[in-house]
């Protein structure tokens, strides 16, 4: 995009995004003076409250993909494709009961890694532990991507330039001072979100004739508004095992659940998925108006920049690109910091040294997130696809998860068997979805399968699971 193209002067673009990266870095440098030891490095401590856990739980959800994303939905499907994303809403609300109950079978559980492998066994930990590889490095991807795209957009940052920065800002400060400073930068991060959706969402109201923008719209693009749009229910439903999937499995959520006092783990998430759910509507509605409003989008991947820029002009973008920004990091720094876990532990340390103590855990921790951040910058380097296609690609992995962790924590009748058959059938038919029909059947694909396969198991299953053994001691 050239520089005459976009809204912000690219001076300013620069300008802003040194102010925010360094502070981003400062605070992480505060926070993580408190990270003393493995467990404050990991799980801050298990002491986190409720202001800082809703908090931290919000602004983690609140990714690029939310700011980003949700107008391609709104662009594409119309209606259904808003109230889709904010069935993401739920996965949290659900997570809120099952969080609790994995405090107290793993009072000193680790990852989500732990769960399976003590559970289900290894052969089932092996490949869950690969799911959530995939499925981590796709969100880091996609995010990553968001980030230069939404720069080069707005300011004329250069993709490569803005996607590098983003990345190595949060890089720095997620190695200093771990979930401490992951915790603490997410809590003033989702401040800013809030404030900055309400402002974008308010003044995009008063600049729309909502009137004369739905007849127009009606008239020129009355699909946006069929009830009935047979791809927008299949996205809807879709969306919403996504995010149960994404949620219910990945090792972001399960460290906060471990990091988070056990009499208040399960109001947090409660409160994160109220303040999280009118977000997606806040964000996309003006995609449904974007043609009746004159706004020419070639590129879908640029839809809520030229919205935005578009409507608000300088002062909206600014706000945008804050609170693009914001997310990014409050996302990005979870996923660094929860995958680093998750390969540290479980791999590095249950897989190939038992001995290791808790120095040197930690400082094969940092060269995880140095890593992870390294091989996200070289997958982002080319032009992979638009957002949508390159996040829904771990739809299967994340929807064939689903069906074993909730079984697993609830049923005693749940098995190794089922678990593996469950996740490699998911992924398998989830792909087949996915790569046969389009992106937006992959994840109810893969969720209804692995679901009919872990109830099969179930109802055959002869074993009585001992809760006690979850209560592994580190």
Same mark, same amino acid.
């Given at each position: ?53 809703? @908090? ?28 889709? !994303? ?46 959530? $590889?995939?499925?981590?490095? @796709? ?78 719209? /009606? ?35 399960? +460290? ?21 759910? %009118?977000? %997606? ?7 449904? !108006?974007?043609? +009746?409003?004159?706004?020419?989008? /070639?590129?879908?991947?640029? /839809? ?12 909206g973008a600014v706000i945008l690109?804050?609170?693009? !920004?914001?997310?990014?990091? +409050? ?33 094969? +921790? ?25 996040? !829904? ?54 969720t209804v399968v692995s679901?009919? /396969?872990? $109830? ?8 009585? $699971? ?9």
């Amino acid at each position: 995009m050239h520089q005459n193209e976009t809204v912000l002067n690219p001076t300013l673009g620069w300008t802003l995004l040194a102010i925010f990266g360094i502070l981003w870095v400062a605070l992480g440098l505060f926070w993580g003076r408190r990270a003393k030891s493995l467990e404050g490095f990991m799980l801050a401590g298990r002491n986190v409250g409720l202001a800082l856990g809703a @908090a931290t739980a919000m602004a983690t959800w609140v990714t690029s993909n939310t700011i980003m994303v949700v107008p391609q939905f709104g662009l594409k499907m119309g209606v259904w494709g808003l109230l889709a !994303f904010t069935t993401a809403s739920f996965g949290l609300f659900l997570f809120a009961p099952m969080a609790s109950r994995i405090r107290s079978l793993m009072p000193k559980g680790f990852t989500s890694g732990d769960f399976i492998r003590l559970r289900y066994g290894r052969p089932a930990w092996a490949i869950f532990l690969l799911i959530s $590889f995939c499925y981590s490095m @796709a969100w880091l991807v996609s995010m990553a991507m968001a980030g230069g795209i939404v720069l080069e957009a707005l300011a004329g940052i250069d993709y490569l330039y803005g996607m590098s920065m983003i990345l190595l800002v949060c890089v720095i400060y997620t190695l200093v001072g771990g979930l401490y400073a992951v915790i603490g930068t997410d809590f003033i991060q989702s401040i800013i979100i809030l404030l900055g959706i309400v402002i974008v969402g308010v003044t995009a109201l008063s600049k729309i004739d909502l009137d004369t923008a739905y007849q127009t719209a /009606t008239r020129t693009q009355p699909a946006l508004f069929n009830a009935l749009l047979p791809v927008a229910l299949l996205s809807l439903f879709n969306n919403m095992f996504f995010g149960f999937g994404e949620v219910f499995h990945n090792n972001v959520w399960w +460290s906060r659940a471990f990091a988070m006092r056990k009499t208040i783990v399960s109001k947090a998430f409660g409160l994160a998925g109220l303040f999280w759910l %009118p977000i %997606p509507l806040a964000v996309g509605f003006g995609a449904l !108006f974007s043609n +009746s409003l004159g706004i020419n989008i /070639t590129d879908i991947d640029m /839809t809520g920049p030229l919205i935005a820029g578009n409507l608000l002009g300088s002062a909206g973008a600014v706000i945008l690109f804050v609170v693009v !920004f914001c997310s990014l990091g +409050s996302s990005i720094d979870s996923l660094l910091a929860a995958t680093s876990d998750l390969l540290a532990e479980d791999v590095y340390k249950k897989m190939f040294n038992p001995q290791v103590s808790d120095e040197t855990l930690r400082r094969v +921790s940092t060269g995880i997130i140095i890593g992870l951040g390294l091989v996200t910058w070289l997958i982002c380097l080319p032009n992979i696809g638009n957002l949508m296609t390159v996040l !829904f690609f771990a739809g299967p992995f994340v929807g064939s998860t689903i069906w074993p962790v909730i079984t697993g924590l609830y049923w005693r009748k749940a098995n190794q068997i089922g678990a593996v058959l469950s996740m490699l059938l998911g992924i398998s038919s989830g792909m087949y979805a996915y790569f046969g029909h389009g992106w937006y059947t992959a994840s109810l694909v893969a969720t209804v399968v692995s679901m009919i /396969t872990t $109830f099969a198991s179930v109802a055959l299953s002869r074993t009585e $699971f001992d809760w006690e053994l979850l209560n592994e001691k580190h």
